[in-house]
T-cell receptor, first 112, second 113 residues
Framework: KAGVTQTPRYLIKTRGQQVTLSCSPISGHRSVSWYQQTPGQGLQFLFEYFSETQRNKGNFPGRFSGRQFSNSRSEMNVSTLELGDSALYLCATGTGMNTEAFFGQGTRLTVV | KQEVTQIPAALSVPEGENLVLNCSFTDSAIYNLQWFRQDPGKGLTSLLLIQSSQREQTSGRLNASLDKSSGRSTLYIAASQPGDSATYLC????????????FGAGTILRVKS
């Protein structure tokens, strides 16, 4: 059974640019959550999608957005990148509510 | 607002030692608690999930307990091995609606051979 796949694994972008990250869940998982991990703030929740609808949202600015497709794959987009957006972005997938979360390997974003 | 704290922040032990990692949360109205390990630069690997109605879960050398009334969970690792060296994170699910996890800062574990 394939795990959670995140692409790309590494990205280098320039301030002001935008970026799109992708997450393909484990087959049968309809919930996809996104997290930002930095040394200073640890792991912080960005948002969660379930059946193509955003179900939860964290405290991040509107520059961070996401969507989910009918096959449950999800993308997150960050516009007008700032240096502080440099982080490891992780997605987690699950089958429903309050079920075990399975994480991908993450996308390491560096903003220069 | 749910806050999760992990103690100690770092731990170094000799191989073979039994050890306990602690996790506390401020709001006892959680729906589950999950323990993860993270190797440097990698994603999170799920270790154990304890539902709010459960008191403990076991997997191999790992045992996790949950005491909602006191807002605490512990992860017990028996007979530690160098391969156990990693960062251990606990996360609570504070809402019945969805899969939002609130994480602690983690405990960095080093097992010396």
């Amino acid at each position: 059974k394939a795990g959670v796949t995140q692409t790309p694994r590494y990205l280098i972008k320039t301030r002001g640019q935008q970026v799109t990250l992708s997450c393909s869940p484990i087959s049968g998982h309809r919930s996809v959550s996104w997290y930002q991990q930095t040394p200073g703030q640890g792991l912080q929740f960005l948002f969660e999608y379930f059946s193509e609808t955003q179900r939860n949202k964290g405290n991040f600015p509107g520059r961070f957005s996401g969507r989910q497709f009918s096959n449950s794959r999800s993308e997150m987009n960050v516009s007008t990148l700032e240096l502080g957006d440099s982080a490891l972005y992780l997605c987690a997938t699950g089958t429903g509510m309050n079920t075990e979360a399975f994480f991908g390997q993450g996308t390491r974003l560096t903003v220069v | 607002k749910q806050e999760v704290t992990q103690i100690p922040a770092a731990l170094s032990v000799p191989e073979g030692e039994n050890l306990v990692l602690n996790c506390s949360f401020t709001d006892s109205a959680i729906y589950n608690l999950q323990w993860f390990r993270q190797d440097p630069g990698k994603g999170l690997t799920s270790l154990l999930l304890i539902q709010s109605s459960q008191r403990e879960q076991t997997s191999g050398r790992l045992n996790a307990s949950l005491d909602k009334s006191s807002g605490r969970s512990t992860l017990y690792i028996a007979a530690s091995q160098p391969g156990d060296s990693a960062t251990y994170l606990c996360a609570s699910s504070p809402s019945v609606y969805g899969n939002k996890l609130v994480f602690g800062a983690g405990t960095i574990l080093r097992v010396k051979s």
